[in-house]
């Protein structure tokens, strides 16, 4: 086998003790004859790291300049290929860890060796990008309490279930649940019971989906009049040490509110449920809305309830985590993640959020990559303001404002009139909570007084809005810009 390959810059070749070379790394550098002495010092530490990764190996290091093939010995295995700028952190230092990660998923046989785009599909694996730090916070919390997790859409919080379903700690074993269509207790009952003998027992193994779906909705009509019993029971008897992962259950909420008295029957069942001891778990997702629509269903033990459970809320990733990512990512499309580039990118989108990021890489893609373009720090604006805020990514937020129109505050506006002015005023900059609120009461001069609050509360949810030191501002740059090109869909 004969590769091609028109790249300067160093390989490791990692022999075996015959001297048969068993994998190969290249590491892309521009102009590698006159390359900076940076880059020679970072070659000369991933020298003795690969070392450390093999140490049962010997390692050969070649410089390898503008070949167009690779024969002999080290034309197996196909190498993988990294451009150095990919290995230098946002402080221009050499990010070790990440190199280290590569090496050990080389060394594993992996096939993959770096997070790839998960938009519209929940990531997984190597996918979900390094939250391993928060991760951990929710298996220690886990020792002792139920949890509910927060934060806006499009953060990852499925994505975050997945990693606890598919890498369990503390002898748990999780079931995840997607609450989002259920509207009443039954169809919880059911849909949980049934997920259970199916995921946990694995009783429908050799049953079509079909024959699954059926028996469901034969036992879901036979706890008609008797789910709370059926609930406790069910629950009473665990003998596992069961993690219920309950998505969208926010999304269950704005069901219930349909029918109050179904609602307070539910979370009355719940809390009973979690006051029984045993080493259950439940971690219920959605957003900090959980709060405000359980506020709106008037429970009237909301505080016992709350005190269940500890929140936890699912923050942007760090600078350093953002600028990693997007290396990363332009890496995948074939770019090399000059420090330019990424900073532009981080710049433009603002709180290092992953959709987003994935977002913009993906159009500079479709807009520079894809056209056979050079990318610059001029076409990144222009991918910005054309592609990203433009109507061909209409489909990536119709959500957020067909969401906003189905607002509702007081019985008295839904949508809120105020919502469209508070906005367009964020758009310019942040603001104090009096100019805010002054814009509040001339839009609603006869809202109840905590109206504003719920309002807020439900922007900062869905809409990225913060409040910090007295301020409110949008958290996302991309959001922001988005508002303010698009404002026309608040009328």
């Not at 990764?53 to 196909?78: M, Q, T, W, Y």
């Not at 990660?101 to 998960?118: A, C, H, N, R, T």
């Not at 009783?203 to 706890?223: G, V």
Request: glycine share 6%.
């Amino acid at each position: 086998m004969v590769i091609k390959m028109k790249k300067e810059g160093v390989l490791f070749g990692i022999q075996d003790k015959e001297g048969n070379v068993i994998q190969n790394l290249f590491i892309e550098i521009t102009d590698f004859s006159k390359t900076n002495i940076q880059h020679k010092d970072i070659v000369f530490e991933m020298y003795k790291m690969v070392e450390e990764g093999f140490p049962d190996n010997e390692v050969e290091l070649l410089s390898i300049f503008d070949l167009e093939r690779l024969e002999g010995k080290f034309a197996l295995p196909e190498p993988a290929i990294f451009p150095i700028e990919l290995f230098y952190d946002k402080d221009a230092r050499f990010n070790k860890r990440l190199f280290k990660e590569v090496v050990l998923k080389i060394k594993q046989g992996e096939k993959d060796y770096l997070p790839d785009f998960s938009l519209g599909v929940i990531a997984r694996g190597m996918d979900f990008f390094n939250q391993e730090d928060f991760i951990n916070q929710l298996w220690q919390v886990l020792n002792t309490d139920h949890i509910i997790l927060v934060a806006p859409r499009r953060f990852g919080k499925t994505s975050l279930l997945y990693q606890l379903l598919d890498y369990p700690r503390e002898d748990f074993l999780p079931l995840l649940i997607d609450l989002e269509g259920i509207s009443d207790g039954q169809s919880f009952t059911a849909e949980v019971i049934m997920g259970y003998r199916r995921w946990i027992m694995r009783a429908f193994d050799h049953k079509t989906e079909q024959e699954i779906n059926n028996e469901k909705q034969t036992f879901k009509e036979s706890i008609k009049d008797s789910w709370e019993r059926v609930w406790l029971e069910f629950y009473s008897g665990l003998k596992e040490k069961i993690l219920f992962l309950f998505d969208e259950f926010s999304g269950m909420l704005e069901n219930l509110i349909k029918n109050k008295t179904e609602a307070h029957k539910f979370l009355s069942v719940l809390k009973e449920t979690l006051s029984i001891p045993n080493q259950t778990r439940f971690i219920l997702t959605g957003s900090i809305l959980i709060h405000r629509l359980i506020d709106e269903i008037e429970y009237e033990d909301k505080d016992g309830f709350y005190s269940l459970f500890k929140k936890e809320q699912l923050l942007p990733l760090s600078d350093n985590d953002g600028y990693e990512l997007t290396q990363i990512l332009l890496s995948r499309i074939g770019i090399k993640p000059e420090e330019g580039f990424v900073k532009k990118i981080g710049h433009l989108v603002g709180a290092p959020i992953p959709y987003f990021i994935q977002l913009f890489v993906f159009e500079i893609e479709k807009g520079i990559i894809r056209e056979n373009k050079h990318l610059t720090v001029e076409g990144i604006e222009q991918v910005y303001q054309e592609r990203l805020l433009g109507i061909e990514s209409k489909t990536y937020f119709r959500h957020y404002y067909e969401r906003l129109m189905s607002y509702r505050v007081s019985e008295f506006y839904q949508p809120f009139p105020g919502i469209k002015a508070i906005f367009e005023e964020l758009t310019r900059g942040q603001r104090n909570e009096s100019e805010i609120k002054g814009i509040f009461k001339e839009s609603c001069p006869v809202a109840p007084a905590d109206d504003f609050d719920k309002l807020m509360a439900y922007l900062e949810d869905e809409f990225y809005i913060k409040k910090a030191e007295g301020n409110y501002m949008f958290t996302s740059n991309l959001i922001r810009d988005w508002w303010l090109r698009h404002s026309r869909y608040l009328g």
